[in-house]
T-cell receptor
Framework: DQQVKQNSPSLSVQEGRISILNCDYTNSMFDYFLWYKKYPAEGPTFLISISSIKDKNEDGRFTVFLNKSAKHLSLHIVPSQPGDSAVYFC???????????FGKGTKLTVNP | NAGVTQTPKFQVLKTGQSMTLQCAQDMNHEYMSWYRQDPGMGLRLIHYSVGAGITDQGEVPNGYNVSRSTTEDFPLRLLSAAPSQTSVYFCASKDSGWNEKLFFGSGTQLSVL
């Protein structure tokens, strides 16, 4: 059973608009949440993270929101740029565990 | 700084052949891991290691072996390749600690015919 779900396989937005990528998880013991970005033929690269003691973390155009009661994580990209076109994975770790569990990814396309 | 280096980048095997995917990191990270990426399946953890001499299984360990004799290297062995092991393999490492981020290699694309 999937512990981390990204229910939208793809998302298409116009340049300059907001991109919102979503991630749901099942285990309330998860306490560290990350987003990775992956371009074709490259390895994933870290984008932004948030711990369970926070509900928001910002880094430039990227903001991650955490709703612990809903077990929901989202990534907002504002404004979206064509270079943001990539596959985005959410990844989650459980307290005390070194392991990261990844979602299936959402392919974001930002149209000029 | 090279980071995480994987070799080879591409490999074609016949069913039943064996091979080793190499992974090396120069960041003195204690934690290393192997993931496979398949279409529609995301990144699935195969094996991981929290330090030299220590390895453990992830979500999909069957058909793969690992060892960790040094901090720097974490090879992944396929003893008898099967078509179901056709995938893109990523090695990743990080500092010890539950809130540290993973650094990934550029991947190995493996095809088993």
């Amino acid at each position: 059973d999937q512990q981390v779900k990204q229910n939208s396989p793809s998302l298409s937005v116009q340049e300059g608009r907001i991109s919102i990528l979503n991630c749901d998880y099942t285990n309330s013991m998860f306490d560290y949440f990350l987003w990775y970005k992956k371009y074709p033929a490259e390895g994933p690269t870290f984008l932004i993270s948030i711990s369970s003691i926070k509900d928001k973390n910002e880094d430039g155009r990227f903001t991650v929101f955490l709703n612990k009661s809903a077990k929901h994580l989202s990534l907002h990209i504002v404004p979206s740029q064509p270079g943001d076109s990539a596959v985005y994975f959410c990844a989650i770790s459980q307290g005390g565990s070194e392991k990261l569990v990844f979602g299936k990814g959402t392919k974001l396309t930002v149209n000029p | 700084n090279a980071g995480v280096t994987q070799t080879p980048k591409f490999q074609v095997l016949k069913t039943g052949q064996s091979m080793t995917l190499q992974c090396a990191q120069d960041m003195n990270h204690e934690y290393m891991s192997w993931y496979r990426q398949d279409p529609g399946m995301g990144l699935r953890l195969i094996h991981y290691s929290v330090g030299a001499g220590i390895t453990d299984q992830g979500e999909v360990p069957n058909g793969y072996n690992v060892s960790r004799s040094t901090t720097e290297d974490f090879p992944l062995r396929l003893l008898s390749a099967a078509p179901s092991q056709t995938s893109v393999y990523f090695c990743a490492s990080k500092d010890s600690g539950w809130n540290e981020k993973l650094f990934f290699g550029s991947g190995t694309q493996l095809s088993v015919l």
